[in-house]
């Protein structure tokens, strides 16, 4: 591993853990974005929650051409992001670029990770659109979190960016996983497709990490959070510690009924906010720094050579 990929955060693993919320600072939470195009508004409003190999949906069906139109509308929304040079920007270039390599990965059941990277997918945009739309009651505690972060700017590019994670990962995958199932169209588990993602993943790290460095906060490739008790891990194994937590936590889920139903996902939203709220404070600028004015500055200089 080189330098950036073994940027290191800390294991933050425990079922429910509450930190202390980050430093305050300036709320900037004007997010412009362009009107979502109607095919992509047609394609989300119509998906199917489990993959349909006769959907008249492309993304239902899971054809390679769903994976594109993520891609489309991922780089959308970070055009805008990035010309604000908005915190919430890190997270969503490492997303896209996590995104945009999944059709490059070998994989045995295409359909099933095409429409479940739809789904999940649109869970990231329904609440991003929710929170700057104002209607912020719609939207999961995690992602409040994570999205008022980015507004207050007080943390760092590194906590944008696993706070983001967290709750795409910890929460939204998990979910998006009840409502796919495990199973392939052809009745097999899905699980071997699932974890064949980690390896892309794994390798992803370093120059997602170069990348964000040096667009968006030339300290995400530099900074070391304090542990937190049993050690430390690097970006990629984050991303499969936390995918093979939401595979087992969508399992369970799906398996139980009722009442116990309901208490496994609640349980999912308070572990995925408690993870947020430690991550917030481990990566405040008041912790850390060096401060957003600094990574303000880095990015317009970054977005003006890019012209």
């Known amino acids: ?34 009107p979502a195009p109607k095919a992509w ?37 970070l055009q805008a992001l990035i010309a604000a040079c908005h ?44 929170w700057y739309e104002g209607r912020r009651a719609q939207v999961p505690e995690v992602w409040r979190i994570t999205f008022e972060a980015a507004d207050k700017r007080s943390v760092t590019g590194l906590g944008d960016m696993l706070l983001g994670m967290n709750a795409h990962i910890s929460r939204d995958l998990t979910f998006a996983l009840v409502d796919t199932g495990l199973e392939t169209p052809d009745g097999r588990s899905a699980e071997p ?14 120059p997602i990490v170069r990348d964000v460095s040096g667009r968006l906060d030339p300290t995400v490739g530099e900074q070391v959070l304090p542990l937190t008790g049993t050690g430390l891990l690097n970006l990629g194994q984050l991303f499969v ?22 208490r496994l996902e609640q349980a999912v939203d308070e572990q995925a906010a408690g993870r947020a709220r430690l991550i917030e404070s481990l990566t405040s600028n008041l912790v850390v720094g060096p401060g957003a004015e600094a990574r303000d500055r880095f990015c317009r200089r970054s977005s003006r050579r890019r012209s």
């Open 241 to 262: 510690q936390w995918r093979g937590e939401a595979w087992q936590n969508a399992a369970r889920i799906l398996e139980a009924r009722g009442a116990e139903r309901r």
């Open 41 to 77: 508004q047609e394609l989300s409003d119509t998906l199917p929650p489990a993959v349909n190999l006769g959907s008249p949906n492309f993304c239902g069906r899971g054809d390679e051409g769903c994976v594109t139109a993520i891609v489309g509308e991922m780089k959308r929304r």
């Open 87 to 130: 915190h919430n920007a890190a997270f969503a270039l490492l997303y896209l670029q996590v995104t945009r390599s999944v059709p490059d990965a070998p994989f045995v059941s295409r359909p099933f990770l095409n429409h479940l990277d739809a789904v999940f997918a649109r869970l990231y945009f329904r609440s991003f659109d929710a």
């Open 193 to 206: 497709d699932f974890n064949a993602v980690n390896r892309l993943l794994i390798g992803l790290a370093d």
């Open 1 to 34: 591993m080189s330098r950036t990929t073994t940027t290191c955060v800390a294991v933050i693993a425990m079922a429910t853990v509450l930190g202390q919320s980050g430093c305050g600072g300036r709320e900037d939470s004007a997010v412009a974005l362009p």
